[in-house]
């Protein structure tokens, strides 16, 4: 079991506030990545879930139990840390061993469990080594061996592929993943990476300056973004954020912006200050007068092609739309030549509105005909 | 058919910047390391080999350090004397003893200190630790003129607090049975901010990662300290131990001299004591010598023993 539940938890620094309020319940078998920038108070949250910090504010339980004032080692939880925190002066072997020999396990017991991980994570031949005879890649299966070996209630995990090159750090993400599958074990993991969080987790917690933006399993988070903020973090070219005005024009909804033009359905809505989000994958690319660059719904952007960035696989082009910079995917084997007009179309429903002021999402709601149109979706409490 | 394709075109790596004839440049290059290092050289040849020479060199004669007498070649006959003093077996015995005494006072008490003032937060444990070092930074001239006067059979504040306590005691420096005490409380005294100083540094350099990692682990802050932060400290300890059992010799030197002059009857000597009270109470230069140069390999020996013990027990923090 490993169902944890924060309620309100806080946490201030001196004057400053680090996380503010964040609720939100875990439950067994998640895997649950808190996702952020840097900054965003997701290392303090972890730290205060492992009881390595007291909460200034608000409450934390476990498996129904309340672990709020517990001293970590009371929590039954295991953590990897970002620098891997092996005991440099103990064997793999021995670190391994460890968690089990301050709880007094049996010397045949505890044997039988380190070898039993090591062969899990395959470091099986490295057990007599010291840490600093370990490359990174290595030392990071000790850490979770590490934290493996006990069968705790919940894995914390405090953005333990940073320290890997590009390739490792793909290859140890899927084995995490697995790992998760065949354990079936409740899983926080803090990373700053969205694709680590996109491709990991069942539940995403988005945080921005300590509070909780968005919660929601990856495929929510990213087709429905609940702020601007979550927006504009998650996606790589990240979504295209315009500001535009809400209005109803010949019975339909319009959206306005220099440059940019769209038509969305039928309805009324009261004049209303917005910001309009394109993902770049949702965005075709035509020159001007092809019959594909005059849709009757949906969303045409006037620009011209400032950048045409070629990544192997695609082309990222970058078009100056009125005073703002649209990134644009395109298959390769077109050619776009920086300096060309160009219209650039997207489908009504891949249009994203968000409130200008409070920066939330606006969804349509087509039975409330009379009374308000749009209205701001607040973020879910629970997951 | 399939063409193989060539590689990347051979001899295009850019040529070295023109200029100086390439045949001057290495050697240059070759002996500027020599340069750099060569002060160093010098000083360390002029103040400590050239020195050490002729102390080796002086142990086999018979010279009483008048500069016209001639020095007279006795073989070892230095050795077989010094070894044969019981003097110098006191002076060893005590050395010993000293040697003991200030790996509790500069070792273990500051590991000690150390590890509570971790408890004190913030400013107020710069400031125990600032008091603490602060008797470091006193000459120990003036710390024995200090301890001298606190310590004084006539209005000495120590002893006027004995004898209100009914235990009065007398002129601590001349009782052969406590001027050897007399001693190691003052060096003490000086030495354990120092000690406190290096443990303090040992700690700090130990990330909180592995005390944190530990206690989720289940470690308790008991197992923490023992199985976790003392072993990590163990090049700290290990260097510090060194520096006692090096130094502690040198550390008493001048407050040896300063309080006590040996006595009574060499009671609280040491070796360096001796060799200064050979070489110019004694005049005999010969002697003297040997006696430095036996203390000098039997150092050297266990300074070797500690730097291998400290390669074994560096674990390099990363």
């Known amino acids: 079991m490993g169902r944890l539940v924060l309620n309100q938890l806080s946490r201030s620094f001196k004057n400053v506030s680090a996380v503010k309020n964040v609720s939100l319940t875990v439950e067994d078998g998640d895997f649950l990545v808190l996702l952020g920038p840097s900054g965003c108070g997701k290392t303090t949250l972890l730290r205060m879930i492992a009881g390595l910090l007291e909460p200034t504010s608000g409450s934390l339980e476990l498996d129904g139990t309340d672990i709020t004032a517990a001293p970590s080692k009371k929590r039954d939880l295991a953590m990897v840390f970002q620098s891997y925190a092996l005991y440099p002066h103990l064997s793999v072997a021995k670190n391994l061993a460890f968690p089990l020999h301050v709880r007094r396990t049996d010397k045949q017991e505890v044997k039988k469990r380190v070898e039993a991980v090591a062969d899990m994570v395959e470091i099986g031949h490295l ?129 306005m912006a220099p440059s940019v033009e769209a038509v969305l359905w039928e309805g009324e809505t009261p004049r209303r200050e917005v910001v309009l989000g394109i993902r770049p994958e949702h965005l075709s690319i035509h020159a001007p007068g092809s019959s594909a660059a005059a849709p009757s719904s949906g969303a045409a952007l006037r620009g011209v092609i400032d950048l045409a960035e070629n990544l192997g696989s695609e082309q990222v082009i970058y078009c100056r739309v009125g005073g703002n910079r ?58 | 058919m399939f063409i193989e394709t060539a590689g990347p075109a051979a001899g295009i790596a850019p040529a070295g910047p023109a200029g100086l004839p390439a045949t001057r440049r290495p050697t240059r290059r070759a002996l500027s390391p020599y340069l750099y290092i060569l002060p160093a050289v010098v000083l360390l040849l002029v103040w400590t080999y050239w020195p050490l020479g002729q102390t080796v060199n002086l142990s086999f004669n018979d010279w009483n350090l008048i500069p016209t007498k001639p020095k007279q070649y006795v073989d070892v006959q230095k050795y077989a004397k010094v070894l044969s003093l019981p003097e110098l077996h006191q002076a060893l015995i005590n050395t010993g003893l000293y040697i003991l005494a200030f790996l509790g006072i500069s070792v273990a008490l500051p590991l000690v200190f150390a590890l509570l003032s971790r408890k004190v937060q913030g400013k107020a444990r710069t400031a125990y630790q600032a008091l603490i070092f602060v008797p470091f930074l006193i000459t120990p001239v003036a710390s024995s003129a200090i301890w001298r006067w606190l310590f004084a059979p006539e209005g000495g504040t120590i002893p006027a607090i004995a004898a209100a306590l009914g235990a009065p005691m007398g002129n601590i420096f001349r009782d052969p049975g406590s001027s050897m005490m007399a001693v190691i409380v003052i060096v003490g005294w000086q030495m354990l901010g120092f000690g406190v100083l290096v443990v303090s540094a040992g700690l700090a350099g130990i990330s909180p990662d592995y005390a944190a990692a530990a206690s989720i682990d289940g470690a308790s802050g008991r197992q923490i300290t023992w199985r976790i932060i003392i072993p990590l400290l163990s090049p700290s300890l290990v260097f510090l131990s060194l520096m006692t059992i090096l130094l502690s010799a040198q550390w008493t030197y001048p407050i040896i001299d300063l309080v006590t002059q040996g006595g009574p009857g060499n009671s609280s000597t040491n070796i360096y004591y001796l060799l200064y009270q050979f070489g110019f109470r004694n005049f005999d230069a010969g002697l003297s010598s040997a006696a430095g140069t036996l203390f000098f390999l039997g150092f050297g020996l266990i300074a070797l023993v500690f730097v291998e013990l400290s390669e074994r027990l560096s674990f390099y923090d990363n």
Do not use: C
Not at chain 1, 156 to 179: I, V
Not at chain 1, 201 to 223: C, F, M, R
């Open chain 1, 127 to 255: 057990l007599d080594r010291k840490p600093k005879e370990l490359s990174g890649g290595q030392r990071q299966r000790v850490a979770v061996a590490r934290a493996l070996v006990r069968e705790p209630k919940a894995f914390l995990m405090d953005e333990p592929l940073s320290n890997l090159d590009a390739k490792l750090r793909t290859a140890t993400r899927q084995e995490l993943a697995g790992l998760h599958k065949r354990l079936g074990a409740t899983f926080i993991y803090v990373t700053h990476d969205q694709v680590e969080a996109m491709t990991m987790a069942t539940k995403i917690a988005l945080l921005n300056g300590g509070q909780l933006e968005q919660l929601g399993t990856p495929e929510e988070l990213y087709d429905k973004p609940a702020s601007v903020f979550a927006a504009g973090f998650l996606g790589s070219p990240a979504t295209n954020l315009i500001d535009a005005e809400l209005s109803t024009s010949n019975g339909s909804i319009t959206v």
């Open chain 1, 326 to 383: 649209v990134a644009v995917r395109a298959p390769r084997g077109q050619h776009w030549e920086p300096g060309n007009a160009v219209v650039l179309g997207a489908d009504a429903k891949n249009l994203h509105l968000f409130d200008r002021s409070s920066g939330r999402r606006l969804e349509w709601q087509a039975d409330a005909k009379h009374a308000s149109t749009a209205s701001s979706v607040q973020p879910t409490a629970s997951v």
